[in-house]
């Protein structure tokens, strides 16, 4: 019994690095063994199209008792993941917790606990403008979750944090529009989430001068544990049940982890200056697809988002590195992503 998510942890985020498959890879298998009928739909559940699948033997004594409980497990994981104060803010706050020092201005205000000790974002925390500019969709009242002055160069960074399972790819709206939003503010973007696909990372963001940074965990409150009666680890973390073993539980005590530290206070001031200057001479062709083209909006089709990045490739003239390039020496912020291996 697996869904998407789950065969994403045991085979492209588990074992020898040498023997993991991409997402984008290990879904195309998927769809070769459905039409081969080796594997097959066995349920759905309609919010977010959730597609559950077994081996076509399914229907033995005990597969369908194991089909409820991964969906209990499942729906556990999506009630405290779809709750900013659960989860959504958890990140960021470890993001403002990090910056928050000498080597940068931060501008707005990060998560804060109310009288509860949940998290909550106060109204006006995120920026909206800069130097006259107003950022894309200004209307909604949505800005980058943190936003930065580096001291040294005045140049100004905004970050989007994205606490989520799915792999981000060159295509992602989430990718489109932080780039809506860092042209027209003018700042360097870094898109900070639990996994980059390499072609994202080491490809595309390094060529148009975007950042990204993998948190390589999921992170939540501890306050689930008593939530869910202390079933969410064994029911959600442990390997033998839903098995998202990259989460970690954090408590309101907790300082930043050290690869966070690692990257904002060493690897991000090394290369701001030269990734600033790289985005903002690709900025008026980034600008074109994320906004004037739509890639930004949420009411786009990713189907039809994608066909925009084939086209956007063929202005740019510019192809996705392949797929077996991925090593530390193409990718220049290879964050020795090993030492995170789950067992």
């Keep these: ?71 209990d497990w499942h729906n556990m994981f999506l009630n405290f993941s779809q709750k900013n104060e659960h989860c959504g803010l958890i990140l960021e706050k470890l993001l403002f917790d990090t910056v928050d020092n000498d080597l940068y201005h931060v501008i707005g205000a990060g998560p804060q606990f109310d009288d509860n000790g949940d998290l909550i974002k106060l109204p006006g925390a ?13 209307e909604s009242g949505a800005g980058f979750d943190q936003f930065l002055i580096h001291k040294d160069t005045d140049i100004p960074m905004g970050i989007e944090a994205k606490n989520k399972r799915e792999w981000i790819y060159p295509a992602s709206l989430e990718v489109w529009r932080m780039i809506a939003r860092a042209c027209t503010l003018e700042c360097l973007p870094i898109l900070v989430s639990r996994k980059l696909s390499y072609i994202t990372r080491a490809g595309f963001f390094s060529n148009f001068g975007i950042l990204g940074f993998q948190s390589q965990f999921q992170y939540f409150s501890n306050s689930v544990n008593a939530l869910s009666k202390y079933r969410f680890k064994q029911n959600v973390i442990a390997k033998e049940r839903l098995g998202f073993a990259d989460i970690k539980l954090v ?73 077996e390039e991925n090593n530390a020496e193409t990718d220049p912020f290879d964050d020795g992503e090993d030492q995170f291996e789950f067992k």
């Design 126 to 138: 995120e920026v909206l403008s800069y130097g006259g500019k107003l950022i894309y969709k200004v």
């Design 1 to 71: 019994m697996s869904t998407v998510r789950h065969l994403e942890i045991k085979i492209s985020e588990a074992g020898p690095t040498n023997m993991r498959v991409e997402p984008a890879v290990l879904q195309d298998s998927l769809k070769s063994l459905l039409k081969q009928g080796e594997v097959i739909e066995v349920d759905t559940v309609q919010t977010g199209n959730l597609k559950f699948y077994g081996l076509n033997d399914f229907g033995k004594p005990g597969d369908i008792a194991r089909l409820r409980a991964f969906k």
């Design 251 to 323: 408590k309101p005590t907790d300082t930043p982890p050290n690869h966070f530290l690692h990257f904002f206070n060493n690897i991000l001031p090394a290369h701001v200056e030269t990734y600033y200057n790289k985005f903002m001479e690709n900025k008026d062709i980034l600008s074109k697809y994320a906004i004037e083209k739509g890639m930004a909006e949420n009411n786009m089709s990713q189907r039809d988002r994608y066909k925009l990045y084939q086209e956007f490739k063929e202005e740019a003239e510019y192809e996705d590195i392949d797929w």
